[in-house]
């Protein structure tokens, strides 16, 4: 199974973002999608994640400026991220629990990480 991620980069505070996630490979279903940032010199945190039933969970520090949505037909997840600020810069990366079988329990499958920086 493999995460592909596109999105990331500069913008100035205030501004928008949108990254997105999709997985491929051998997949039953994939239960849980989500987003995880680290900060240089910090632990790696959770950021938004969304079940295959559509909840959603956010961390404090993102709710009301970040919104993730999923597809799970298509594998797909998306962080809409608005009123970046500086303290959102990061690594982002995205994470899915993927069952490769209908028997399997699943594991964590992780994508490569994408920096969004924001700066003046």
């Known amino acids: 199974v493999q995460l592909q991620v596109s999105g990331g980069g500069l913008v100035q505070p205030g501004g928008s973002l949108r990254l997105s996630c999709t997985a491929s490979g051998t997949i039953f279903d994939i239960t849980n999608m989500g987003w995880y940032r680290q900060a240089p010199g910090k632990e790696r945190e959770l950021v938004a994640t969304v079940t295959n039933a559509a909840r959603t969970n956010y961390a404090d520090s993102v709710k009301g400026r970040f919104t993730i949505s999923g597809d799970s037909a298509k594998y797909t997840v998306w962080l809409q991220s608005n009123s970046l600020k500086p303290e959102d810069t990061a690594v982002y990366f995205c994470?899915?629990?993927?069952?490769?079988?209908?028997?399997?329990?699943?594991?964590?499958?992780w994508g490569q990480g994408t920096l969004v920086t924001v700066s003046s």
């Open positions: 994470y899915a629990w993927v069952r490769e079988t209908v028997r399997g329990l699943g594991r964590p499958y």
